[in-house]
């Protein structure tokens, strides 16, 4: 032991290594529960994975579209919207007023087409004054006329009267006469009184004939004045359609100021309205798109899908989807379910795909891989949450999942194999 040395190796070794607790040594599990445990566990492996499947799933983008295509309302030219009539949303009917367009042009005189309206206004009270005048005088005409009618006629009535009562004095006249010629024939009276009988016979025969002549006269003169009554209102009347066709002229042309001046653009079917491009205000050009109408009374909508053709195998229509819409996002409003209606054979073109931006495949810009067009109909016609309706429109995006092939776990787990199986494999033999 050396000097520096306070104390023994052996004791401090001790204080180094001695215990501070109580060692306490518990029993083992038995072995039986353990093989127990491990088989149950293996068990349930297998069964999880004989019994267990999976399917497949792929997400694809769809954009909304109607069965109904949408009527778009260009603009007929430049302008400015000086009023809008519906709001998006309202139903329409045909013909009801959409726009208020002011197409109207300035110039230093004024507004051209307030200026040409006031014009046209003015020939069209002047022209109408003229007709006013022209029936005036033609009713003072044919009433003049009627009554120089109506006289004639009663002058006519008692002109028929007298040749009536003439005519029967002249049948008298004549009887007598016959009788005279019996008197002279038997010697009763001379023949001065023979042929003074004869001579007023023919007194009243003429005087007969004359009023005859007359009563002709005045029938003729009758016949004449109805004849240019007729002629007269004739004239009138083809005069007052001639200033007449004037005023048609001028309300064309109070059209054709108006319509460049203020133009109303009105709904072309019955339908609800979709998009409203102006307020009131704005600026418009020629060709741009004011509104779109859908049309009908019943919107029924469906998704548009691009299919991936690795997909297209395993999907069929009459398989559901799940749809989630970008408007309305699936954390709060959950997702909605749908049908695929119709799934096309032949890949679709880029520009078909094109007109359908909503859903356009972004791995198109990167690879050449072939899409299939697939339509998807939605089971809720009216989307509701909260008690409250949400409405759907064209062109809204959503995400939908398409369920793929089923398969059991092991299957997947074993997927690795199955490709170098194929990689291994020979050629393959009908």
């Known amino acids: 032991m050396k000097d520096n040395e306070l104390f023994r190796k052996e004791a401090l070794y001790h204080q180094r290594h001695h215990w501070l607790g109580k060692a306490l040594l518990l029993r083992g599990m038995p072995v039986w529960l353990i093989i127990t445990f491990t ?56 013909g009801a007023p959409i726009y208020e367009l002011d197409i109207s042009r300035d110039t230093q005189s004024g507004n051209l087409s307030q200026k040409s309206k006031i014009s046209i206004n003015q020939q069209v009270t002047l022209t109408n004054n003229i007709i006013g005048k022209l029936k005036e005088n033609k009713k003072i005409n ?84 109805e004849s240019e009554i007729t002629s007269t209102s004739t004239d009138f009347d083809n005069r007052i359609s001639e200033y007449e066709l004037k005023l048609s002229e001028f309300s064309r042309m109070l059209a054709e100021v108006d319509a460049n001046g203020t133009l109303v653009i009105t709904a072309p079917v019955t339908g609800k309205v979709e998009n409203m491009a102006f ?24 998704l548009m899908l691009w299919l991936p053709n690795h997909s297209l195998p395993f999907v069929r229509a009459g398989d559901k989807v799940n749809i989630r819409y970008d408007a309305y996002p699936y954390e709060k409003f959950g997702q909605f379910s749908g049908e695929i209606t119709s799934l096309s054979q032949v890949p679709a073109t880029e520009s078909e795909m094109m007109s359908y931006r909503g ?31 949400l409405p759907i429109s064209n062109g809204m995006s959503a995400e939908v999942t398409l369920f793929l092939e089923k398969r059991p776990l092991y299957q997947w787990i074993l997927s690795p194999y199955y490709d170098i199986k194929r990689s291994l494999g020979g050629p393959v033999h009908e």
């Open 142 to 225: 044919i009433d003049k006329l009627t009554h120089q009618l109506t006289e004639y006629k009663k002058s006519y009535n008692n002109t028929k009267a007298l040749v009536e009562n003439s005519l029967n004095g002249v049948k008298d006249m004549q009887q007598s006469m016959k009788n005279y010629d019996d008197y002279l024939k038997r010697g009763l009276i001379s023949k001065e009184q023979s042929y003074n009988q004869r001579y007023l016979f023919y007194q009243q025969q003429s005087s007969w004939q004359n009023m005859n002549s007359q009563l002709i006269q005045e029938g003729l003169q009758i016949i004449n004045l």
């Open 279 to 302: 307020t009131e205000g704005q600026m418009f050009s020629l060709g741009d798109s004011l509104a779109q109408i859908l049309p009908g009374d019943k919107q029924y909508y469906q």
């Open 359 to 389: 859903s356009y495949p972004a791995t198109t810009q990167q690879s050449k891989e072939a899409f299939y067009k697939t339509i998807v109909a939605i089971h809720d016609k009216t989307l509701k949450f909260d008690n409250k309706t």
């Open 39 to 94: 088989l149950f566990f293996i068990a349930i492996a297998l069964i999880v994975l004989v019994k267990g499947e999976y399917n497949r799933r792929v997400n694809v983008r769809g954009e909304i579209f109607s069965l109904q295509q949408t009527v778009n309302i260009l603009a007929p030219q430049q302008g400015r919207i000086n009023k809008s009539y519906v709001e998006i949303g309202n139903k329409v009917v045909k």
